[in-house]
Structures are given as structure tokens and as C-alpha cells.
T-cell receptor, first 117, second 112 residues
Framework: GAVVSQHPSRVICKSGTSVKIECRSLDFQATTMFWYRQFPKQSLMLMATSNEGSKATYEQGVEKDKFLINHASLTLSTLTVTSAHPEDSSFYIC?????????????FGQGTRLTVV | EDKVVQSPLSLVVHEGDTVTLNCSYEVTNFRSLLWYKQEKKAPTFLFMLTSSGIEKKSGRLSSILDKKELFSILNITATQTGDSAIYLCAVEKETSGSRLTFGEGTQLTVNP
């Protein structure tokens, strides 16, 4: 199957600092990537849809100025959590879409555990 | 508003038991329903269902979709401790290009 690499897998940062998370599709081109957030014992909640070469589309209630998304190439999308606060501590997961002739399938990165202290 | 509801939210069984996990949905422009298994990190893909009544099977796991009643079930037979995980159901819409709406998940614990 296709591989999506997410980095870092774990990060601890101080309140007020910014953290950048990378999501790369290693063996296919992904025109669309998705960013999800998961709080403990809860499901994945879509934050935004990242489109290569254009602005991201954010879900209702997600602050675009706080969660900056850049999708500069067909294999890389980044999520930057700006001025992080303890309530931003969560598990962030990206997925990338590979378009096939039969199926369109989403492949997930390994996730990033963010802890803001 | 699109909705995906899973039940039960939590389930504890003994090794060897058979379990059935449920997923119902209300979405416009339905395209497919997907099942994922999530252990400690990212979800791993189990099944994609697009047609009603066709069972998909992989080892001890199987799943089927009912597009008339808008639900799917995931069956696991002869459960093992390694099956312990969160099982997530997600729905994809025709126009969404793999933008998934997830249910709350079912936390399955299989005790020895």
C-alpha cells in the first residue's frame, strides 16, 4: 500500500511557541491531504482539507490563523500550530488521497502527539 | 449535517468470542463506508464498502453494508487479544475526495 510519513511522531513544546508538523506522501502524489485531530478516547475530527497550490479549507470552528496549513508540493503538507496552548495538546493525524482507476483511498500518517506545557 | 454513529462505544469480551460492531450513518451523496482499526497510533485500513449486501472478508473479520437501512456491521470471529483496539467507521461522500466523517469508535477489549 501507499506510504504516508508524518513527522515528528511526538513533540513537547512550551505555551506560546509554534510547532510545525509535516505530512509526506512517499510513493505517490497527493493533490489533497486532510488534517485530523483526536482527543483522548474520542474519534478523529477533521480540521481542514489541504489542497496543493491553494488555500486550505477549514472545518467550522477551526481557527485558520491558529492552525496554518501549507501544501506547497504534491507530496508535502505542513500544519503549524501557532502560539500553542495546553488545550491544543492532542493527537494530530494527516491523511493523503491516492486516486486510482478503481478506488480512491485515504492513507494515514503515523500521527503526531503534541503536548503543550 | 452528516452523522456517523457507532455502537456499542465500548465492549469487553473473552478470547474466542464473536463480536459484532455497528455503524449507522446519515449523509448526503454517500459514496463509501470504511472501517479502520486504531491501536496506539494512526488508523489502519480494514474495509471499504460501496455496494449493499456484498460481504467483504479478511481472515476472521468480515463486513457488510446495507444502503437501504443506512448501516454497516463489522464482525470479528474467534477474537484474540490482538484484536483489542478502537474500531472506527467512516463515511466518504461523492463530492469529498476522501474527506472522511468518522464515528465515535468502538473500544474493543479482548481478555485472555
Amino acid at each position: 500500500g501507499a506510504v504516508v510519513s508524518q513527522h515528528p511522531s511526538r513533540v513537547i513544546c512550551k505555551s506560546g511557541t509554534s510547532v510545525k508538523i509535516e505530512c509526506r506522501s512517499l510513493d505517490f502524489q497527493a493533490t489533497t491531504m486532510f488534517w485530523y485531530r483526536q482527543f483522548p478516547k474520542q474519534s478523529l475530527m477533521l480540521m481542514a482539507t489541504s489542497n496543493e497550490g491553494s488555500k486550505a479549507t477549514y472545518e467550522q470552528g477551526v481557527e485558520k490563523d491558529k492552525f496554518l496549513i501549507n501544501h506547497a508540493s504534491l507530496t508535502l503538507s505542513t500544519l503549524t500550530v501557532t502560539s500553542a496552548h495546553p488545550e491544543d495538546s492532542s493527537f494530530y493525524i494527516c491523511s493523503a488521497t491516492r486516486y486510482g482507476t478503481v478506488n480512491t483511498e485515504a492513507f494515514f500518517g503515523q500521527g503526531t502527539r503534541l503536548t503543550v506545557v | 449535517e452528516d452523522k456517523v454513529v457507532q455502537s456499542p462505544l465500548s465492549l469487553v469480551v473473552h478470547e474466542g468470542d464473536t463480536v459484532t460492531l455497528n455503524c449507522s450513518y446519515e449523509v448526503t451523496n454517500f459514496r463509501s463506508l470504511l472501517w479502520y482499526k486504531q491501536e496506539k497510533k494512526a488508523p489502519t485500513f480494514l474495509f471499504m464498502l460501496t455496494s449493499s449486501g456484498i460481504e467483504k472478508k479478511s481472515g476472521r473479520l468480515s463486513s457488510i453494508l446495507d444502503k437501504k437501512e443506512l448501516f454497516s456491521i463489522l464482525n470479528i470471529t474467534a477474537t484474540q487479544t490482538g484484536d483489542s483496539a478502537i474500531y472506527l467507521c467512516a463515511v466518504e461522500k461523492e463530492t469529498s475526495g476522501s474527506r472522511l466523517t468518522f464515528g465515535e469508535g468502538t473500544q474493543l477489549t479482548v481478555n485472555p
